[in-house]
């Protein structure tokens, strides 16, 4: 035993622990495949699913009717732009025929001319003729705009029924509900109707009208203008 452990430990024939290498490719593609772990199979076909199911679901949301939807808009924007030039239009236009009036009314009181004060009651009259082409040309854009904005899923606070209902609350549907509550199908053959001739301006314009040949019948028989 001792000859055999002092042989062991004095002579050279004692084998070092053995020690483990790092076997190494001499390719730096073998050392790429052995420094990066390999993902399972099984996970790998989880994560090209995910993928694709995602891929799938956000060409879903964004692909389907963007050009429809892009020229629909920009058909909405050109009514809605058309619209306010109308009525923008149609405002400076009676603003110029009223001050017009005034002035008519003034210069005939100051002159007692019983011809001008005559002339001066032509001027609602013609308001009226505007505002009934206005309204005219106005009804179809709203019928449009009603269309464009159910095609555009646009239900809730819709401009097209609120301009209906406000601007021109004489616009009657052939239905007896509001706007809002129809569906597509009924928007989709609604058609407004006017009824201007007997609505709030209508009635106004009447009676200024009314008034203005009142002042000129009374300037020949009551105050004696001269007629030119």
Avoid: C
Avoid at 173 to 188: F, K, M, S, W
Wanted: proline letters at 5%; hydrophobic letters at 45%.
């Amino acid at each position: 035993m001792r000859a055999r452990m002092s042989g062991g430990v004095g002579g050279g024939g004692a084998t070092p622990p053995p020690t483990r290498s790092l076997e190494t490719s001499a390719s730096p593609a073998g050392l790429t495949a052995r420094a990066r772990p390999q993902a399972r199979p099984g996970t790998r076909a989880a994560s090209l699913s995910a993928h694709a199911e995602s891929f799938a679901m956000l060409s879903f949301m964004v692909v389907p009717e963007t050009p429809d939807n892009e020229s629909l808009r920009t058909e909405l924007q050109e009514a809605l732009i058309t619209y306010r030039q109308w009525s923008s239009q149609l405002i400076q236009v009676t603003g110029i025929i009223g001050t017009a009036n005034v002035v008519l009314l003034s210069y005939g009181f100051s002159q007692r001319l019983a011809a001008i004060l005559l002339v001066a009651s032509g001027a609602p009259v013609l308001i009226l003729v505007i505002y009934m082409v206005t309204d005219s040309l106005a009804s179809p854009l709203i019928n449009l705009v009603l269309k464009i904005e159910r095609k555009l899923m646009i239900r809730e606070d819709s401009l097209g029924a609120t301009l209906a209902q406000t601007y021109f609350g004489t616009l009657i549907p052939t239905v007896d509900r509001n706007i809002e509550d129809l569906n597509d199908e009924e928007v989709r053959h609604l058609s407004l109707k006017l009824k201007t001739r007997w609505s709030t301006i209508p009635i106004i314009l009447y009676a200024a009208t009314a008034v203005q040949v009142g002042l000129f019948v009374l300037s020949l028989t009551v105050f004696h203008y001269q007629f030119m």
